[in-house]
């Protein structure tokens, strides 16, 4: 069951030309293969092999290319209960007896998925009593991760007047690229559906695809990551260039035909993210568009932003983490969230799974964005900048926050923000009060959704209060109930 085979390297700094060697699996298990000469022998690289329809129906284990601890290829030994793999390199690998089984340090720690690690002896081999030996430390973030080589396709649809360059799905591409060079396409169609002429265009493009990938040079390909690239409309959530609800907008950029057969080819399960303002998310039927569409189960996952201005630089580094997490590394877009609190400075992030309602996840940051509403920029009493103290966080215990007071230290104005309803901390442990702040997290289902808009124009919100209602008073209390009293206000 202890599997040893040899994969290819991919860090820079290897002597080994990057993904050129070729890679052999030993003929029988629990034993070692004759890598050296079986793999100069081999001239197509493994990566090459496409799955046939049996293997992918029978559900076989198939194990990653890369180490988990050090993501490169070279002698590596396969987990008998997981896809991960160990490599030379950082593990010494054992004399494998036939029958053998290799519990990876992942397993080991986790055994059944236990969510507490389990400290003991790493003893990873059923042969033998004897501890398995691993070199080293960590030289990534996470401990030891899958490392898939997913077949990908990346799908941009793209908004004919966006740029190319640049764009998302394109940064995504090239992302990967370097874990699963011969398993990654990036295909890119432009869309105006503003004419008949433009709308036949797509549609036949996206058939031609479609094609592709049940019987074209794309069959091999079984995930799917698509980027659909737009504009909405600040008032109704609506695409930018049409009076077209966005579930028209959707079912017209990924026909049922195209959905279907990336729900049934999927594996892992695909991801969609929506790159467009953030009333797509914001207007209630924009967002019920986007559950209903979800709930479709093309999908693993829908992503989406509630930022009105919403600015792709800011938010690309966590497309491209998020993509990895999913594909790589099988894991859900929110859990690369606390390596991002730029992302959060900039939009919520909405994700969305089937038949599970909408997640909004909000950065806090007690002084710039108490409770994801950012302070005003300047004090809205004596217009001073940055003149806001060091924040005074009320809480119930370490961990829970029950409103965050900022109090100008020219005029001694002072605003209020309580802890709205419904939200999580979704970063583990005490509040964070450094510059990375903390992720909270609000759950919906579509139908307890809030009637009025969420996300948009906080700025507003804080200063129009206090111009409004107090102008001149110190020690004024903003609080929810306020904001909604006054949303006639607003508008
Ligand atoms: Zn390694
Ligand atoms: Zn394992
Ligand atoms: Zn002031």
Same mark, same amino acid.
């Given at each position: 069951?202890?599997?040893?085979?040899?994969?290819?390297?991919?860090?820079?700094?290897?002597?080994?030309?990057?993904?050129?060697?070729?890679?052999?699996?030993?003929?029988?298990?629990?034993?070692?293969?004759?890598?050296?000469?079986?793999?100069?022998?081999?001239?197509?690289?493994?990566?090459?092999?496409?799955?046939?329809?049996?293997?992918?129906?029978?559900?076989?284990?198939?194990?990653?290319?890369?180490?988990?601890?050090?993501?490169?290829?070279?002698?590596?030994?396969?987990?008998?209960?997981?896809?991960?793999?160990?490599?030379?390199?950082?593990?010494?690998?054992?004399?494998?007896?036939?029958? +053998?089984?290799?519990?990876?340090?992942?397993?080991?720690?986790?055994?059944?998925?236990?969510?507490?690690?389990?400290?003991?002896?790493?003893?990873?081999?059923?042969?033998?009593?004897?501890?398995?030996?691993?070199?080293?430390?960590?030289?990534?973030?996470?401990?030891?991760?899958?490392?898939?080589?997913?077949?990908?396709?990346?799908?941009?649809?793209?908004?004919?007047?966006?740029?190319?360059?640049?764009?998302?799905?394109?940064?995504?591409?090239?992302?990967?690229?370097?874990?699963?060079?011969?398993?990654?396409?990036?295909?890119?169609?432009?869309?105006?559906?503003?004419?008949?002429?433009?709308? +036949?265009?797509?549609?036949?493009?996206?058939?031609?695809?479609?094609?592709?990938?049940?019987?074209?040079?794309?069959?091999?390909?079984?995930?799917?990551?698509?980027?659909?690239?737009?504009?909405?409309?600040?008032?109704?959530?609506?695409?930018?260039?049409?009076?077209?609800?966005?579930?028209?907008?959707?079912?017209?950029?990924?026909?049922?035909?195209?959905?279907?057969?990336?729900?049934?080819?999927?594996?892992?399960?695909?991801?969609?993210?929506?790159?467009?303002?953030?009333?797509?998310?914001?207007?209630?039927?924009?967002?019920?568009?986007?559950?209903?569409?979800?709930?479709?189960?093309?999908?693993?996952?829908?992503?989406?932003?509630?930022?009105?201005?919403?600015?792709?630089?800011?938010?690309?580094?966590?497309?491209?983490?998020?993509?990895? +997490?999913?594909?790589?590394?099988?894991?859900?877009?929110?859990?690369?969230?606390?390596?991002?609190?730029?992302?959060?400075?900039?939009?919520?992030?909405?994700?969305?799974?089937?038949?599970?309602?909408?997640?909004?996840?909000?950065?806090?940051?007690?002084?710039?964005?108490?409770?994801?509403?950012?302070?005003?920029?300047?004090?809205?009493?004596?217009?001073?900048?940055?003149?806001?103290?060091?924040?005074?966080?009320?809480?119930?215990?370490? +961990?829970?926050?029950?409103?965050?007071?900022?109090?100008?230290?020219?005029?001694?104005?002072?605003?209020?923000?309580?802890?709205?309803?419904?939200?999580?901390?979704?970063?583990?442990?005490?509040?964070?009060?450094?510059?990375?702040?903390?992720?909270?997290?609000?759950?919906? =289902?579509?139908?307890?959704?809030?009637?009025?808009?969420?996300?948009?124009?906080?700025? =507003?919100?804080?200063?129009?209060?206090?111009?409004?209602?107090?102008?001149?008073?110190?020690?004024?209390?903003?609080?929810?109930?306020?904001?909604?009293?006054?949303?006639?206000?607003?508008?």
């Amino acid at each position: 069951m202890g599997r040893v085979k040899q994969t290819a390297r991919n860090s820079t700094g290897a002597p080994a030309p990057r993904m050129s060697l070729g890679t052999v699996s030993s003929p029988t298990d629990g034993e070692v293969a004759d890598i050296a000469t079986k793999g100069a022998k081999r001239t197509s690289p493994r990566f090459s092999k496409k799955p046939s329809a049996n293997k992918a129906s029978k559900k076989v284990k198939e194990n990653n290319e890369f180490c988990t601890n050090c993501r490169n290829g070279g002698k590596v030994l396969e987990c008998s209960t997981c896809p991960r793999v160990v490599c030379e390199k950082c593990m010494e690998i054992p004399q494998m007896t036939r029958g +053998a089984k290799f519990i990876c340090p992942n397993c080991h720690l986790f055994p059944g998925d236990a969510k507490a690690p389990r400290i003991a002896p790493y003893l990873g081999l059923s042969s033998s009593n004897a501890p398995l030996v691993l070199h080293g430390g960590a030289s990534q973030r996470e401990t030891f991760p899958l490392c898939s080589n997913p077949h990908l396709v990346v799908l941009s649809l793209r908004l004919a007047s966006m740029p190319r360059a640049g764009s998302p799905a394109m940064l995504v591409y090239h992302h990967l690229y370097p874990y699963i060079p011969n398993n990654i396409a990036l295909v890119e169609l432009e869309y105006d559906f503003g004419t008949a002429e433009g709308l +036949a265009k797509y549609t036949a493009a996206i058939e031609a695809v479609t094609d592709r990938i049940e019987k074209g040079d794309l069959t091999s390909f079984t995930t799917f990551a698509v980027y659909i690239m737009d504009h909405t409309d600040p008032e109704r959530g609506d695409l930018h260039f049409t009076l077209l609800p966005i579930m028209k907008v959707l079912n017209t950029l990924i026909p049922d035909r195209l959905g279907r057969l990336i729900k049934t080819k999927s594996t892992p399960k695909s991801m969609l993210t929506l790159l467009a303002c953030g009333s797509i998310v914001t207007v209630k039927e924009a967002r019920s568009d986007v559950v209903a569409f979800t709930n479709k189960g093309f999908f693993g996952c829908t992503v989406a932003f509630n930022q009105m201005d919403f600015q792709p630089c800011i938010v690309n580094m966590y497309v491209m983490d998020a993509a990895q +997490a999913w594909f790589v590394q099988g894991k859900k877009p929110e859990a690369v969230l606390n390596e991002h609190h730029r992302v959060g400075a900039h939009t919520d992030i909405y994700v969305f799974e089937p038949n599970d309602g909408a997640k909004r996840y909000i950065w806090s940051h007690s002084g710039r964005r108490p409770f994801g509403e950012p302070a005003p920029l300047q004090c809205v009493i004596c217009k001073s900048i940055k003149s806001w103290g060091p924040p005074k966080v009320v809480r119930s215990s370490p +961990a829970h926050a029950l409103c965050i007071i900022l109090m100008c230290t020219e005029c001694g104005h002072e605003v209020k923000k309580d802890r709205p309803s419904g939200f999580t901390k979704f970063t583990s442990g005490k509040i964070n009060t450094t510059e990375r702040g903390d992720w909270y997290m609000q759950m919906f =289902l579509e139908n307890s959704l809030p009637t009025e808009s969420l996300g948009q124009c906080s700025t =507003l919100f804080w200063s129009k209060l206090n111009l409004n209602g107090s102008h001149g008073k110190r020690g004024l209390h903003l609080r929810e109930t306020e904001i909604h009293d006054n949303k006639d206000q607003l508008s």
